[in-house]
DNA sequence: CGCCGAGTTGAACTGAATCAAGAAACGTGG
DNA sequence: CCACGTTTCTTGATTCAGTTCAACTCGGCG
């Protein structure tokens, strides 16, 4: 049963968890569909969910001053979440929008820390995820620091297969900390 | 007496911990003093420990090509690790190196794994501490982004002020992400 | 003293941004 | 299904922050 839920699947890969607690956190979660271009959280809102991404693509983004930075992308089977804001309670800088139709996971994020209190072995597997987190923000700024804007690109690319084709170019460029302009020219070949 | 280990007080600043874990944790923490240029970590060493600067001020680095990097610095009351390494069991790309003489406490790693496993409070401490540590990088990448060279240089006085004249400039232009160079006209003011 | 690493300063260069205008794709209503 | 407006993408010209290369200064130390 517990088996049929990728969400879980993937939150079982960082740490074995008990038949009990897989079941506990399979009942915490749901399972929608949102259609394109859904916003699953507004700027100003407070998060009380984490998401899941079953199958389609979605984005966390932020306004800064005037522009809209791509901040994350979540494709199949992905988490998503607003991370830092769901952690403090307060009202979220940041948004979360479904990109394409999706299949998406979710659940309360109130009720994953509840479990992670009554069930050691998902509190467990909780801190093997934010670690995994932690060495994954470490690799994006080493790639923001030093490879240059088509290094990148191609970077992207190898990461996410096909997402230039999913995704509209200007939120690939502001993943990347780029002008579209630039992603357009690097795209071109003719830099 | 475990009050006493300012390690131990910010461990249990991020959730509280019972008398006895506390306990258990302050028991495979020692603590030594070196001097200045120790390194307390080479490249290509697999990291067994984990640090946290009492008193005075560490560096990671690592070579990238022909040049040094520093990752990042711990001054008075930080931890430092050679994060990726360590959870990997691999051999580190990453050095520490003391810049100052420092009282630095440590423990083995794989200690605190343990005390992790047998107590439920230590691991949600842990937790907390990877999602800190999250979010810290999220600030990081989101500085480097939008930030000139200038704010960056201004941002880290803020942070760690008096570090300017703690540090090598050369090591503080590689943090930022800038070479000496700018670093310097940023100093003098006349850019 | 003279050497050596650390820091400063100048001149030329460059990757990417900005400004601006045009082309293509997209969606919505008639 | 077409027409129109809007958004997305491309292309060109110009500008700028920060790099690179190179020479010079300063302070510490054998």
Request: negative net charge; glycine residues 6%; contains cysteine.
């Amino acid at each position: 049963m517990s088996n049929l839920n990728p969400a879980l699947s993937l939150i079982s890969s960082f740490a074995p968890l008990s038949a009990e607690s897989a079941d506990l956190l399979d009942s915490i979660m749901t399972e929608a569909v949102y259609s394109r271009n859904t916003i699953l959280l507004e700027i100003g809102q407070i998060p009380f969910r984490f998401h899941f991404v079953k199958k389609g693509l979605a984005r966390i983004y932020y306004i800064r001053g005037e522009e809209d930075v791509t901040d994350y992308f979540a494709i199949d089977n992905q988490f998503i979440g607003a991370v830092p804001a769901l952690f403090t309670g307060k009202p979220s800088h940041k948004a979360i929008q479904v990109l394409e139709d999706s299949e998406i996971i979710s659940f309360r994020y109130s009720d994953f820390e509840e479990l992670c209190a009554s069930k050691h072995d998902i509190e467990h597997a909780g801190r093997k995820m934010a670690l995994f987190g932690f060495l994954e923000g470490q690799q994006r700024v080493e790639s923001i620091r030093f490879l240059s804007a088509r290094e990148r690109y191609e970077e992207l690319e190898r990461k996410y297969p096909g997402i230039a084709n999913r995704a509209p170019l200007k939120y690939i460029a502001s993943y990347l900390g780029i002008t579209q302009v630039s992603l357009s020219r690097i795209r071109a070949g003719t830099q």
